[in-house]
């Protein structure tokens, strides 16, 4: 549901497309992702409560059975707890009918919060963290400016872990480059082995022009991985992965080959799939890059 106000363009995950967003902060605090273009033209700031108050009191006039709202923008669990728990409390009075409110974070946002303050943030129905990993591979995330490792990852995921709050984490197929393409796909399923996250999510890398990813291509210091490598990166990933029950979606606009799995319950199956779509190798069973996009 589009907001009564908001600045600039609006992201938000697909899983979302019926919430009532609510653009708690501007941008992104750490704006440095080499692949990412979606904030720059944004500097960070958290929008003052009272404003944020208005919004609500005026959304919760329009839409006052709202189940679900997520903040927007980049990273809204950045926001410290107190101010975030003011908002949830608010948004708890607005809507009577709420069921769970949702954002994004970066890892670095649950290494700054205490277990404590997630259980707490979680009680006044913050519901699911969308978690953008991007890569379990340290040299990959080093490359990419994520500004974290992957033991920061694990340790900020335990902490979501042991509050009960669940993960949503996407993964960027296509991130390393060629170069890096089976220690991108391997080492991030160690990673997600050992979160072992509700929620998983597949996007393909889409260069966005203007980007640094986007010039490391064009000057080939990267080299862009084909369709059929794209899909071998992610049989690769998933032929390593060992999760309890996790919901497993690749089915986003940027992907060649739309997937659905509970994982690891259907993975032979989808390994199977993927083998027999590689083993064809007919364009005809990938979508088009006419419908390709972000
Ligand atoms: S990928 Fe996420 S953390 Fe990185 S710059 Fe973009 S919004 Fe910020």
New binding site residues.
């Given amino acids: 549901m589009m907001p009564l106000q908001y600045e600039g363009d609006v992201y938000r995950p697909p899983s979302e497309a019926s919430s009532l967003i609510l653009q708690v902060t501007i941008g992104?605090s750490?704006?440095?992702?080499t692949?990412?273009g979606?904030?720059k033209k944004k500097k960070f700031r958290i929008r003052n409560l009272e404003e944020l108050k208005q919004d609500i009191e005026k959304s919760s006039r329009f839409i006052p059975h709202a189940g679900r709202v997520f903040l927007a923008d980049?990273?809204a669990l950045t926001i410290p707890s107190d101010q975030l728990l003011s908002i949830l409390e608010y948004l708890n009075r607005a809507f009577p009918k709420l069921e769970r409110v949702s954002l994004?974070g970066?890892p670095q946002d649950l290494l700054e919060k205490s277990v404590k303050e997630l259980v707490e943030l979680k009680n006044n129905k913050l519901g699911i963290v969308y978690l953008?990993l991007?890569t379990g591979s340290a040299s990959v995330l080093k490359d990419i400016k994520?500004g974290v490792t992957p033991e920061d990852i694990i340790l900020g995921a335990e902490k979501a872990k042991e509050a009960g709050l669940p993960l949503s984490i996407t993964i960027l197929n296509g991130l390393g480059g060629l170069e890096a393409t089976e220690e991108h796909a391997r080492e991030t399923a160690q990673v997600l082995n050992i979160i072992d996250p509700e929620y998983l999510g597949l996007l393909s890398l889409m260069p966005v022009p203007g980007t640094v990813i986007h010039r490391w291509f064009e000057q080939g210091r990267l080299k862009a991985l084909n369709p059929w490598q794209l899909l071998e990166e992610i049989k690769m990933m998933v032929e390593d992965l060992e999760l309890t029950h996790c919901i497993f979606r690749a089915n986003h606009a940027s992907n060649y080959l739309p997937m659905k799995a509970v994982l690891s319950r259907d993975r032979e199956a989808l390994l199977s799939e993927l083998k027999r779509v590689l083993a064809r190798g007919k364009p005809g069973s990938l979508k088009s890059d006419l419908f390709r996009g972000l």
């Fill in positions: 992104c750490h704006n440095q992702c692949f990412c979606m904030y980049g990273n994004y970066n953008g991007e994520k």
